[in-house]
């Protein structure tokens, strides 16, 4: 049964999918569904945490079928520490988007909730995959339901959203497969979990140009505002806390252990284009003039400031990046689930329409501030545990880079707290209607639990910390 | 006059074919108008089944290749998966053409040049000689420019005919050409006795043998619809009544490049830098063509004609890399394209029934929706093409690119990377316009009163092409096994 634990966190998913597909199911049973199967999903997590062994180092529930023998392709699952936690905060944000689309109410439902179930076989596929070409599959499983979450159910400007989207995330992913031809036919393997490692340069920048446009990294970042802004909130929480966190897996787990020289030699190239990203997406998130906005290039400082922590190459900087990536994940998450709640009541983020939603809506303000703070790493806070290991990861590299580090999160309060005061306080914008509702429990439910794991976190980043596994 | 010893096993498949076309064309004559449709299509079905059986069966049977009836054919497992496809690209064509309004007193005759040609392709792929190679390729030819011809009310479907006859005779012309200068040069029509003459009499700069496996390599280019000789591809492609457009574009580019690749490493293994490097270059003159110009098209069967063009230059690229992962990957990258390419144009059929009207990407907006087995299949199939996981295509396109850095010809991956991403903006083109934009006018509907025909029966070939293409991404191992087996009876 345990080893089956990496294999059932796949498939439970996508089984649930087809069900949802190919059963006529009535359209409130279809989302009742989705929900339970997400909640189950959780609980199979849960029961995996418990049983995983945080003393031991290499993958663990693994398991290792060929897929085709002559190329030594293989499907080979499992879980690693650190990316138990990344499936962890996975298929949570992805229950929560679940369960927001549920209570919401989305047109064809069987089609919708069906793809939500795929998009989180898909991305814990991608967190456990041990097999370079295995890992592709997924990853470019992702984009198939995205695509159309986005398309189909997206804003006015979905097709080019869409459209850009692709385009970018496949002319990076392309070079990466062949870079994956290269590397596994030269290292007549394509297992993850074999350590083979590889000093060519162009085939290490062929990963990296892949992992630079999901994460997205300046200036691979081209489709990020479109997509954030046309897609549906609880689609947009998913591609930024989720999805993008397939980059720093990659880097992570493929780019840095496989390369180990060429990850060295061109560390100033990736650690550039990230102090850039970061210094540029934090300017830029201040001059937003919506909520969504604000998020968006949040979320590519955010994805820069973690690759600066993986590409310090020691173990403060890796171990601050994947509790970074945790955070972040359950940030944007509640912060794009608490935009379309304010969407919802307001029809529209601009700033110049919005304000002094705080009074009489306790709860709104309550969540959003919480969920903000945190956002904006406040010492305590375990987004200040995170980009404090970075920092001190990335220092020994270079005092340089310390400083744009430290220069994004001083421009990271200034942005949450604009957002903030922009939406809860001053005067009452225009666009806010007097009998707009504080949240209501199913809103609640949704987006505390999130807000509450933000919280315990904070009182003990050391469960994430202290418990990666590599 | 001595006559030669006949394997007739050996022949079986395209014997089995031609028995069913001699049944369709006496069903023209004998059977009631009334279930001549019925019994003509049924012994085709029949036909490719029997077709399909043979040949696996020659496949098993088949552990060493040797040469049959006085050296003309090979009988061999390359030869033999060759024929299951073509046996099942047809047997799929039946189901896509069962429901068409062919004119009904044709009906029989259309059902017969459909398994001649098909068995003029079995034929082919098994030829080891340069007669038996002109024999087979110009029997399928002249079957398919009848077939595109047949739908006579329509000028398309005349001019398309017209179009692929004048097009592919001087495609035939080049190629007669240049067999006759290869037979000039070495005095040899057998493959394998023409790489000895050029060994044993130092030809490999011969001017003649050269010049004759260049026009040797253009008129199979014409056949494959390989750029720059492609020019037919969508006029035909869009003029030609659909079904048999599905089944052209299938079996009759897997016929042209297998053959293509037997030629070439039995008969010129002496000239193999140099038509490698051809190869590669009419590869990367496809990708590129057939892309850019699927960029710019409305009519959804010109784009899958230009699609066709690219994917012949992804094969290509296999048969450039001249190993024996080439001979693997082109035999594997066949299966999913086949039945993709099928259903493809099987979807496309569907719709134009219901509309009554060349399909665009105009109006096939909302289909998916309409139409969810439809849809999810064109879904299928256009990722397939773009070579996107969960489909066969992305792993053909990965055997590809493996076997041409295997061959150290690694630009080529680099080539057929871009080429897949441009391709990626009109695959995607077709889904966005089925799912994701709603009709703008009310589509109106062929005048048939009503909701638009059920077909069960296209339905469930569609189905059948997704399940292929699906499948195929998962039972890799069994399938390259298979074209294991077959690519190591080449000289590779």
Known sequence: MTDWLATILIVLPLVAALVVWLLPLADRAVGSLALLAALVEIGVWINAVTRFDFGRSGPQFDQQHSWFGDLGVSYHVGLYGFSLWLVGMSVVVLGAAIAYAFWTGRPRPRAYFGLMLFLTGAVVGVFSSLDLLLFYVFFEAMLIPLYVL??????????????????????????????????????????????????????????????????????????????YRESSAEVAAVLSGVVSKAAGFGFLFIAIPHFPQPAHDLQWLVLALAAAGLVYGSLVAFRAPDVRGVIAYSSLAQMSLVTIGLFALNTLGTTGAVLQMVNHGLISASLFLLAGVVERRATTGDFALLGGMARGRPALATLLMTAGVIALAVPGSTAFAGEFLILAGVFSQGWGWAVAGALGIVLAAMYMLRLISAVLHGQVGSAVPDEALDLRPAELAVVAPLVALLLVLSAWPAAVTDHLTF | MPTP?????????????????????????????????????????????????????????????????????????????????????????????????????????????????????????????????????????????????????????????????VVGSFGSAVLLYGLALVYGATGELQFGAIADAIQAHGLENDGLVLAGLALIIAGLGFKASAAPFHMW??????????????????????????????????????????????????????????????????????????????????????????????????????????????????????????????????????????RPLLGVSMWAFMLTFAGLPLTGGFVGKFYVFAAAYDAGMWWLVIVGVIATAISLYYYLAVVRSMYMRMPELEVRLAPVGGSPPREGLLQGTVLACTAVTIGAFFAVQPLIDLAEKAAAQLPL
């Open chain 1, 150 to 227: 986005v398309g189909v159910w997206g804003g006015a400007g979905r097709l080019t959203a869409t459209l850009k989207f692709v385009i970018y995330t496949m002319a990076g992913s392309l070079l990466m497969l062949a870079a994956i031809v290269a590397f596994g036919l030269t290292q007549g393997t394509f297992d993850l979990a074999s350590g083979a490692t590889s000093d060519n340069d162009l085939i290490f920048l062929g990963f990296v140009a892949a992992f630079a446009v999901k994460a997205p990294l300046f200036p691979f970042h081209g489709w990020l505002p479109d997509a």
């Open chain 2, 5 to 165: 010893n006949v394997d007739w096993f050996a022949l079986s498949p395209s014997l089995v074919l031609l028995g069913a076309s001699a049944l369709c064309l006496l069903a023209a004559v004998l059977v009631p108008a009334a279930a001549r449709k019925f019994f003509s299509a049924s012994v085709a079905a029949l036909g490719f089944v029997g077709a399909g059986v043979m040949a696996g069966w020659l496949f098993a049977d088949s552990s060493q290749a040797t040469l049959e009836v006085a050296d003309a054919i090979t009988r061999d497992r390359f030869g033999a998966f060759a024929q299951i496809l073509v046996a099942g690209a047809g047997f799929l064509a039946v189901g896509i053409s069962y429901g068409q309004r062919t004119r009904a007193d044709h009906v029989g005759e259309y059902y017969a040049l459909l398994t001649a040609s098909a068995g003029g392709m079995a034929f082919l792929v098994q030829a080891s000689d340069l007669m038996t190679l002109f024999l087979g390729l110009e029997w399928f030819s002249i079957c398919l420019y009848v077939l595109c011809a047949i739908e006579i009310d329509a000028v398309s479907s005349l001019e398309a005919g017209l179009k692929y006859l």
């Open chain 2, 233 to 370: 591809t969508p006029d035909v492609y869009e003029g030609a009544p659909t079904p048999v457009t599905s089944f052209m574009s299938a079996a009759t580019k897997t016929v042209a490049l297998v053959l293509a690749f037997r030629v070439l490493v039995t008969a010129f293994p002496a000239e193999s830098d140099l038509w490698e490097l051809a190869v590669a270059v009419i590869a990367c003159v496809s990708l590129a063509w057939g892309n850019i110009a699927a960029l710019v098209q409305r009519n959804l069967k010109r784009m899958l004609a230009y699609s066709s063009i690219s994917h012949a230059g992804f094969m290509l690229i296999a048969i450039a890399a001249d190993n024996e992962l080439g001979a693997k990957a082109l035999l594997y990258y066949l299966i999913p394209y086949g039945a993709a390419s099928l259903g493809a144009f099987g979807v496309v059929a569907a719709r134009e029934r219901e509309l009554g009207e060349r399909v665009t990407l105009d109006n096939i907006a909302g289909m998916g929706w309409e």
